[in-house]
Every structure is written in structure tokens, then in C-alpha cells.
């Protein structure tokens, strides 16, 4: 069964238990879905790596505004509270994500294969990274590894 199909089954078990919370959350995704199908330029089939990458967005999306919440003090505990519900359901999505160990033996491998020494070969570096580890990877934490590698 697809992603998306998974999330129409989930959709609908959710309003018959009227579970709004996670009904407004798999709206929303789904919501993300279309707009992506609808995009000017978009062309292809909507399939599980689209719907990946676009809970993927998501996700980030949601933790950016966490982190905006978490600053507002006692004002955002309320929201950060819904963050972490559509957070944790989005990860169920997701793949796994490296831990830091991995990554930097990740850097350290592509470090070695481009024979990096100068830091201006640091983007080279990152997009190897990166293409290696689609969706599993922190970005910042690849440009931070990479950053002190070649240092």
C-alpha cells in the first residue's frame, strides 16, 4: 500500500474516531501533496518518494516554527505541544536519520574520494554528502562536519 493510500485509511479512521488533531494533520500533509501534484512545472507521478520528500518539507517547516514557539516563552508552550504531535506523526514517514557518528564517517568518506584538503572545496563536499544520504541527513550538521573536516 502506498503512502498516500495509508494516509486516505489513517484519514479516515480518524474523523470516525473523531480524532481532530491527527485528521488536521494528515489534511495538511495531503493538502502539501496536491500542491505539490499542482505546481507549475510539475510533471510525473505522484509516488511514495514524492510524498516523502514532501512530508520531509513538512516536518522541517514544523520545526522551524518550534523553534519560533519555544523563544515566545510560556505564550508558545500550548503550540509546541501540536508541533510535537505533528512531528513525531510526519517521522513515521520519514527514514531514519543518521546519527552524528555516521555522518561524520559520511563526510570523511567523501572527504577522502574528492581528495578535499581546501576548504573551498567545501560545497563539493556537502552536495556528495547530501546525494549520498537523501533525506537522512541533517544539512546543517553535514555543512558544520564538512566545515571542520577540511577546517
Do not use: H, W
Amino acid at each position: 500500500m502506498s503512502i498516500e493510500a495509508t494516509l486516505d485509511a489513517k484519514l479516515k479512521e480518524a474523523m470516525k474516531a473523531r480524532d481532530l488533531r491527527l485528521a488536521n494533520t494528515i489534511r495538511m500533509i495531503k493538502t502539501k501533496v496536491m500542491e505539490r501534484r499542482t505546481a507549475k512545472g510539475f510533471k510525473g507521478e505522484v509516488d511514495d518518494a514524492l510524498v516523502v520528500d514532501v512530508i520531509g518539507a513538512y516536518r522541517k517547516s514544523l520545526e522551524k516554527a518550534k523553534k519560533e514557539f519555544a523563544g515566545a516563552g510560556d505564550k508558545g508552550v500550548e503550540q509546541i505541544a501540536e508541533l510535537d504531535f505533528e512531528i513525531e506523526f510526519c517521522s513515521q514517514y520519514l527514514p531514519e536519520q543518521l546519527s552524528e557518528d555516521e555522518v561524520r564517517a559520511a563526510v570523511k568518506a567523501a572527504v577522502e574520494e574528492l581528495g578535499a584538503t581546501d576548504p573551498k572545496m567545501k560545497g563539493r563536499v556537502v552536495g556528495a554528502v547530501m546525494k549520498a544520504n537523501k533525506g537522512r541527513v541533517d544539512p546543517a550538521l553535514v555543512q558544520k562536519l564538512v566545515g571542520e573536516a577540511l577546517g
